[in-house]
């Protein structure tokens, strides 16, 4: 999803040149994937990574909070850009490639500062006091662990484990040793904060009230329901507190223990100069080493969390060679061998990226808040409730490199997000924060997640519950999304206006209460495609959700062979062009014509055949002069970006013309990803354009939601080794891959000769081996079209 609220255009950077180095085998008991993790990449522009502190799948990830210099702006989306060089604080939470601007979370930025504090934080909307500059030669970023050296001369060292960290900050010895709780500045602002300083017991307490993204924290939940969270803090103190004080908007109040209330941090000038926190000060020159907890529960389940993960002398030394070791184990899931330093820090900063998120929402002691504000408890046989579904961008690679490498973490997710539904009356909503409703974007993408899933054989959840839910979703119109006519795209409710989808057999343009008719249509016609493949699997009765996977065709406009608005009245939308934006959600309808990975058969019809979609695939990725243009830039040409085409370089496989799919994924992973902060081409929206590199270079790639076949590429690494958490083992070999040697001749999938241009489901589910044949020429491999 494309940074949206400012109107902010995505740029690409160029990625950094490849370093060349000696192909290198992995030793079992050796090899270090986390050795070349560099968590700074993506962090530049529209990246909108962090670098900052974390363990896999963490609540809490301590990074840095930027500033340009005002109280209206900060660095990116996630409160880091690399280019802004100032921070305001260190926050406890954080989302890794969103994309909006106000964005969500950076929860309880705490700040330390060398100075005297005599005045309120939140009046000095420039930032210019209590903000302090850096120097990227003085920062380091790694998997577990960030340090930084301010200007001011503090140095903070930071290290977590799931649900606490541990701070470690070096003050100068001439100035007042300070740290800033600035409860009310979330990035999406805070409705409340409070703050308790308990000098003698050498504490601070507190929480903030906030949540939901994009600005959009008035419309979450059911009836507009606001889907408000309280994120709550415990930190403790190794040196005494010698001075503390708190400030309320532009009142400082030294001395004072206790505040509440405020309105925060939030990009817009209506907030500036309000909020609330406190302070704590230390003797000069003072080593304090801080110990924290957090919890979306209570103030009480912050300390339980604390005092489970933290001994009293916890290190951060310690915790962070842990959490190292952490990030080793889960990275060794994927091992690869031979490649460059560059290849191999790109595929496995990618790969760190797509364990981001989801984030573990529940307790230490199995209770989390659930999306009706109570808090519940895990299921039974539940590991963990996790937080966060970007839907409409993840389910197009992110869900289904999670549910390969982790079916187990996919079906605690699965139940995750059936709980979230249930306590939501029914409705599954298309992009949680942490718990709660937001309705950012288009479609039914919960449908095709759990749907993939359940294919690819993460089945530790109440599959026959959460099916018949998604169902009832699909088939029966929600009274309360009856209610948001005329909303601007992003409604209460998964599927607005159904009954008139179902009347129709496509979403009118002008009476779908969507973001885009056409859109709408695509997204709901994959959805039902994959519950009716689902509900095959179960036995259920899905005649109706097979023939509307096949609903695209209503608005594909033989006319002018693309996807095109329609209106309630059968008419077609007036002002057609192949760059048209009506009607779709974050892309033209030049992308979203090929948005039909379930029938690529069907369409290739529609246009007039293999050879003619084989033809205008071919433009899509090459400008007049038949050059390659996979930058982004143009409305009608292919944008590595952001989501909608991200299935496209694929569909060569259907057509006939796999050796096609070779060439572009290869010039995709050659020239759009690359090393550096600006290594990444758009927004990685919690880890998909990531999980979109990460199989190119594997050489597979899903082909539909719903199903486990994967499509065959151009594999990158000679040897790669996937180790999935329920013991299953798959092996790609391609001995002769190089920068020359892109092309496919041959494949064997457990020693038998391959054909086919795709491997079936069983090789995801009981494991094998692929060895693939490579040349410098495309070859006659995979030809006959297949499409499931």
């Known amino acids: 999803m494309r940074l949206v609220a400012l109107g902010l255009a995505v740029a690409l950077l160029a990625p950094a040149a490849p370093a060349q180095a000696a192909p290198v085998t992995p030793d079992q008991a050796t090899f270090d994937p986390a050795g070349y993790v560099d968590p700074l990449i993506g962090s530049a522009r529209d990246g909108t990574t962090w670098p900052g502190a974390v363990r896999p799948f963490g609540m809490i990830s301590w990074s840095p909070t930027s500033t340009r210099g005002d109280q209206t702006s900060t660095g990116a989306a996630n409160g880091y850009q690399y280019d802004v060089t100032r921070v305001r604080g260190f926050s406890l939470t ?180 309000r909020g609330s926190g406190g302070y704590v000060t230390f003797a000069p020159g003072s080593e304090v080493r801080m110990r924290l907890g957090i919890s979306y529960v209570s103030l009480a389940g912050a300390e339980q969390n604390l005092r489970a993960e933290l001994r009293p002398n916890a290190a951060t030394d310690k915790i962070a060679a842990d959490g190292y070791a952490d990030w080793r184990r889960e990275l060794n899931a994927i091992r690869v061998t031979g490649g460059t330093d560059a290849q191999r820090t790109t595929f496995y900063t990618a790969l760190y990226h797509t364990l981001l998120q989801p984030n573990i929402f529940n307790d230490i002691d199995g209770r989390y808040l659930g999306s009706d504000l109570k808090i519940h408890r895990l299921a039974r046989g539940q590991r963990a409730q996790y937080g966060t579904f970007s839907g409409w961008d993840q389910y197009r690679a992110h869900i289904q490199l999670l549910a390969l490498l982790k079916p187990d973490v996919a079906g605690d997710y699965a139940q995750s997000m059936y709980q979230f539904a249930q306590q939501n009356k029914g409705i599954w909503d298309r992009w949680l924060h942490n718990n709660g409703a937001t309705h950012v974007m288009t479609g039914d993408p919960a449908a095709p997640t759990l749907a993939t899933f359940v294919a690819m054989g993460a089945t530790n959840f109440d599959v026959r519950g959460a099916f018949d839910s998604l169902v009832h979703q699909a088939r029966v119109q929600n009274a309360d999304a009856e209610n948001d006519g005329g909303c601007p795209g992003q409604c209460t409710g998964q599927r607005p206006a159904l009954n008139t989808y179902l009347a129709k057999h496509y979403a009118p343009q002008d009476a779908c209460h969507c973001w885009g008719g056409a859109a709408e249509t695509l997204e709901n016609a994959l959805a039902d495609f994959s519950l009716a493949q689902w509900g095959a699997r179960l036995g259920a009765d899905v005649a109706d959700l097979k023939d509307r996977g096949s609903w695209w065709k209503n608005t594909f406009d033989p006319a002018v062979g693309y996807q095109r608005a329609r209106k309630a009245d059968g008419t077609w939308q007036d002002g057609f062009s192949p760059s048209t934006d009506v009607g779709f959600a974050q892309g033209t309808t030049s992308t979203y014509t090929w948005m039909v990975p379930q029938d690529v058969s069907g369409l290739a019809t529609s246009m007039g055949g293999p050879t003619t979609a084989v033809q205008r695939l071919d433009a899509f990725f090459h400008d007049a002069d038949g050059n390659w243009a996979v930058k982004g830039g143009s409305p009608v040409r292919y944008d590595p970006t952001n989501e909608p085409g991200l299935h496209t370089p694929w569909l060569y496989n259907g057509l006939g013309a796999p050796s096609k799919t070779q060439a572009t994924t290869r010039e995709i992973v050659d020239t759009v990803y690359g090393t550096g902060p600006s290594g990444l081409p758009g927004n990685d929206d919690l880890g998909t354009l990531s999980a979109w590199y990460i199989f190119a270079a594997i050489g597979l790639f899903p082909q539909t939601q719903g199903r486990a076949e994967l499509l065959v590429g151009s594999p990158l690494f000679p040897k790669v080794e996937l180790h999935r958490s329920n013991g299953v083992r798959l092996t790609v070999e391609a001995p002769e891959t190089s920068d020359t040697n892109q092309y496919v001749q041959g494949l064997s999938l457990n020693g038998r000769a391959r054909g086919e241009s795709w491997l079936p489901e069983s090789f995801v589910t009981r494991g094998g081996r692929i060895t693939v044949q490579m040349g410098a020429a495309p070859s006659e491999w995979g030809t006959p079209p297949v499409d499931h």
């Not at 500059?133 to 960030?146: S, W």
């Not at 541990?166 to 100068?172: I, L, R, S, W, Y």
Request: include cysteine.
């Open 94 to 273: 954080h989302l890794s490639g969103a994309g909006c601007n106000p964005g969500a979370a950076g929860d309880i930025p705490i700040m330390p500062y060398a100075g005297t504090v005599d005045s309120s934080p939140t009046a000095d909307t420039t930032d210019a006091k209590y903000a302090t500059n850096f120097r990227h030669e003085n920062e380091r970023a790694l998997p577990g662990r960030y340090t930084v050296t301010l200007d001011s001369g503090v140095k903070t060292d930071l290290a977590v484990t799931t649900r606490a960290g541990v701070g470690e900050f070096t003050f100068p010895a001439d100035q007042a040793a300070n740290l800033l709780f600035r409860t009310s500045n979330s990035l999406n602002g805070s409705e409340d904060a409070e703050i308790t300083i308990d000098p003698n017991h050498r504490k601070v307490t507190g929480s903030v009230l906030t949540g939901a993204f994009c600005g959009r924290r008035a419309n979450g939940g059911v009836n507009n329901r606001k889907t408000y969270y309280r994120l709550y803090f415990t930190a403790s103190f190794d040196q005494p507190i010698v001075a503390n004080g708190t400030w309320k908007d532009s009142t400082l109040a030294a001395g004072s223990t206790h505040t509440t209330g405020g309105e925060g941090y939030a990009t817009g000038a209506d907030r500036a100069g």
